[in-house]
């Protein structure tokens, strides 16, 4: 099992309940979209899933990912660095050093497995040097290895993030509204390639998503969150306009609006829009 969670609550300080009682499993190679309107919690998930931000302290919480436990009882394990180099964080906003070229900025996810003196000298052997240029190869942008971060677009410079979990060797990769600021082009790139890597690499994919057509087209599998509560955990195929109505309200309308693979559907509608649905299979 790649990641399990238990009986997880979140409130803050403000008095927000950010997460209500979840419960999920995924399975190891798995692609996951989860989806959610702008508040509903798939940050804050994504955030403790990976040792960031601790659960409620309520008896019976627990995350653990491959096995190992992220936290319980709302407490973080005591060996979460050593954790964390198994999942792999994509963020929006890259999270790239601008000054630092693009190959530096890969390395950057072999820290964990280097001596301390090394990385802060930013000395990187041969070995670990082909890995970081094997890696920009994969995500398409080797020709930009020498350029400083802030020279990419913003669709390159979240290849270079994705690369980044390449060589950090993460089994686990949540990526966190990947393709929120980027063009449409661009996000279907990052979307094949993240689609690419589970299917290649056996890696386990869990990506939140707004644009739940894009969800729809790339994830085989859906989790949908409304005011922190999982409202549907199934097949993306199953998804359709009258059920994204029936779970999110008014809230729908954002899902839909714009969507690349509806055209027109009535609110009333309930006939199934299978062409939502194109297996992944069929990108191949």
């Known amino acids: 099992m790649a990641l399990k969670i238990q009986n997880l609550d979140k409130h803050f300080?403000?008095?927000?309940?950010a997460l209500r009682d979840i419960n999920l499993s995924i399975g190891e190679g798995e692609m996951v979209a989860l989806i959610g309107a702008s508040g509903s919690g798939k940050s804050t998930l994504l955030r403790m899933i990976a040792g960031l931000l601790p659960a409620d302290a309520a008896?019976?919480?627990?995350?653990?990912?491959?096995?190992?436990?992220?936290q319980r009882d709302g407490r973080i394990a005591s060996d979460i660095r050593s954790l964390r180099s198994q999942v792999g964080f994509v963020f929006q906003?890259?999270?790239?050093?601008?000054r630092l070229p693009v190959l530096v900025n890969v390395l950057v996810g072999r820290l964990h497995c280097m001596p301390l003196w090394r990385g802060v000298l930013r000395w990187f052997n041969a070995h670990e040097r082909t890995l970081g240029l094997e890696a920009l190869q994969r995500v398409g942008i080797l020709e930009c290895h020498g350029q400083r971060a802030s020279t990419l677009s913003g669709g390159q410079q979240q290849r270079a993030a994705i690369a980044r979990t390449l060589v950090q060797g993460a089994k686990l990769v949540l990526a966190d509204e990947p393709i929120a600021s980027l063009d449409p082009e661009s996000s279907r790139n990052v979307m094949e390639?993240?689609?690419?890597?589970?299917?290649?690499?056996?890696?386990?994919?869990?990506?939140?998503?707004?644009?739940v057509d894009m969800a729809i087209r790339y994830c085989p599998r859906v989790i949908a969150l409304n005011q922190g509560q999982v409202v549907y955990d199934g097949l993306s195929s199953n998804l359709t306009p009258a059920l994204l109505r029936e779970l999110y309200g008014m809230q729908a309308d954002e899902f839909l609006s714009g969507s690349e693979l509806l055209t027109s559907v009535s609110a009333q509608d309930t006939a199934p829009v299978l062409a939502w649905a194109a297996p992944v299979a069929q990108m191949a």
């Open 193 to 211: 390639i993240l689609t690419r890597i589970q299917r290649e690499d056996g890696r386990t994919v869990v990506v939140s998503l707004h644009q």
């Open 93 to 98: 906003q890259f999270n790239l050093v601008d």
């Open 13 to 17: 300080p403000n008095g927000k309940h």
């Open 59 to 70: 008896a019976g919480s627990l995350i653990e990912v491959n096995g190992h436990c992220v």
